[in-house]
């Protein structure tokens, strides 16, 4: 196709986007483009995902590929979810003349992405009954998102970065990758409407919220739908964006720390990497263990449970610093009413029932409890010393793991340098990362406590309570929440 008819806006450099049937593309893909919109015709049982730029789509990918091919979905360890769900128009069609011969899957549906707006493909679609999954975004964390996108792909011409400005400016005015963005959403918002059984349109922030149900509804959906709960669970997990508590925090508090030999977290794990100093440290020695300074600079990292009641005179004779993270005091019940029954799984009948263990919690009688204790301490004394305590929850730090990583590597004195070194952090202490490698999926028992290795990776989810609790259960911990928090104006907890 000859581009120089086409209207055409100054992009990135010495870039340029040009504009077909009202839309920004990239030059390079405009013929792919028209291959996709001329010669793919979909199967009945095609499914086509469909995103914006920057809104979700590589996690959609891997639930989708999961939802689809249960049996094989630890591919996901292996291969990139861009491979396993290519796009179609800048893969499989890519450098075809001719349209490429895509066979018909033995079982399961063929599953492809793409960027390309309705209004290009109403042909396509509207003459077929395969599947489509519209993933959008809120337009102002979508802008942001392509703004960090660009200019990291650009990163070796820095002076021809786009400033946030200029990057708003374009967004606004629809020149943007496969913009406008709201022509784009509109379109398949409208075709979902008209077709509810052939097209499906979710928000990331729903899925974001409720992840679990997410996949049950894409489930059926696309014909698939699941019989066990747990086989949901296991898809939520193994492509979730979220990640685990403690064991979470140590792992980005090591990579922080040790950028160069993070490498470690593949092969050991996190607690094995960041010691407890009752559980580890000092479990077996009559005197006090001589702890060693590191050989470099780097600080020595360690772990606890202890509560600040115990350590005040430790804790305020130093200037060392502590990061505590709490989190909602029903998630941590059904947290550890989970861990307490799988560190016991050998002896079922000595299993705590959940009403049980909701006594016992509200009772203030649990591993190193009273909870609201626990947390008052830690949090009192943030606000006291600032400099030296930092205080995190980990829903904050789920909702923005990439700002809290910056966050930490200020407080620690090490500040980063590069977003990359931030991306690469999250990405790597991610739950679809860590759980993947062996030592965190090992049944076998650690030296120091009677629970294996793959006990102390769960769901991490925030909300999972709902899935559990009565609701006079929840209502008796939000009232307990009230008299403790709310009552000091720490407005935490419900």
Known sequence: ??????????????????????????????????????????????VILVTFPKTGTTWLKSLLYSILNRPSKNKLVVEHPHELVPFLEIQVFAEADEPPVLAAPSDAPRLFATHIPYQLLAKT??????????????PKDTLVSLWHFVNKWNKENPDQSWSLDEATDRFCRGVSLYGPYYDHVIGYKELSLKRPENVMFVTFED????????????????????????????????????????????SILYSILNRSSRHKLAVEHP???????EAQVFAEADEPLALAAPSDDRPRLFATHLPYQLLTKTLDSSECKVIYLTRNPKDVLVSLWHFVNKWNMENPDRSWSLDEATDKFCDGVSLCGP????????????????????????????????????????????????????????KNCSIEVLSSYDVNKSKESTTWFPSPYNSFFRKGKIGDYKNYLSNESVQRIDTLTKERFHSLGFMYGI
Do not use: A
């Open 1 to 46: 196709m000859d581009l120089s008819s086409l209207p055409r806006e100054k992009w990135l450099g010495d870039d340029y986007l040009v504009q077909l049937g009202g839309f920004w593309l990239l030059p390079q893909f405009v013929n792919s483009i028209k291959r996709v919109i001329n010669h793919y015709d979909p199967l009945p049982s095609d």
């Open 125 to 138: 679609l509207d003459s077929s009954p395969c599947k489509v999954v519209y993933l959008t975004r809120n």
């Open 207 to 250: 899925m974001l919220k409720d992840p679990h149900d997410y996949v049950k509804k894409l489930g059926d959906f696309l014909g698939c739908p699941f019989e066990e709960e747990d086989e949901v669970d296991e898809i939520v997990k193994n492509c979730s964006i979220e990640v685990l508590s403690t064991t979470w925090l140590k």
């Open 271 to 277: 607690h094995d990497l960041v010691p407890f100093l």
């Open 371 to 426: 909870y609201y204790d626990h947390v008052l301490g830690y949090k009192e004394l943030s606000l006291k010393r600032p400099k030296n305590v930092m205080f995190v929850t980990f829903e904050e730090m789920l909702e923005d793991p990439h700002g809290y990583v910056k966050k930490l590597g200020d407080f620690l004195g090490c500040p980063f340098e590069e977003e990359e070194e931030v991306d690469d952090i999250v």
